[in-house]
Nanobody, 127 residues
Framework: QVQLVESGGGLVQAGGSLRLSCAAS????????MGWFRQAPGKERESVAA????????YYSPSVKGRFTIFRNNAKNTVYLQMNSLKPEDTAIYYC????????????????????WGQGTQVTVSS
């Protein structure tokens, strides 16, 4: 079992940047495909980005592609989400998720495929 703790959220003006971190404990995240999701008030939780175990394959939702970057440091057991050019519509609680995975290059944006979730970190973008 792996435990996930997100950090790095906060209040930022539109156009600004934030870097979210997801620190894992309990097991090496090198065994897991990882993803970032977000949930705004009154909306469904949606996929933002995903990354394979190796880090060589990534996915971005169309709404964040070109602005957000997901990357991982397996030696530090941490996954990151660099968010640039933030917009008010990026305001949400951001969640980190882990999927135990045998395939080195597999990644997924499907919420139901993930096995473990963090508690979330709030990101608020003011206009």
């Amino acid at each position: 079992q792996v435990q996930l703790v997100e950090s790095g959220g906060g209040l930022v003006q539109a156009g600004g940047s934030l870097r979210l971190s997801c620190a894992a404990s309990g097991r090496p995240i090198s065994s897991y495909a990882m993803g970032w999701f977000r949930q705004a008030p009154g909306k469904e939780r949606e996929s933002v980005a995903a990354i394979s175990r190796s880090g060589g394959n990534t996915y971005y939702s169309p709404s964040v592609k070109g602005r957000f970057t997901i990357f991982r440091n397996n030696a530090k057991n941490t996954v990151y989400l660099q968010m640039n050019s933030l917009k008010p519509e990026d305001t949400a609680i951001y969640y980190c998720a882990a999927k135990l995975e045998n395939r080195n290059n597999y990644y997924t944006s499907l919420r139901y495929e993930y096995d473990y979730w963090g508690q979330g970190t709030q990101v608020t973008v003011s206009s």
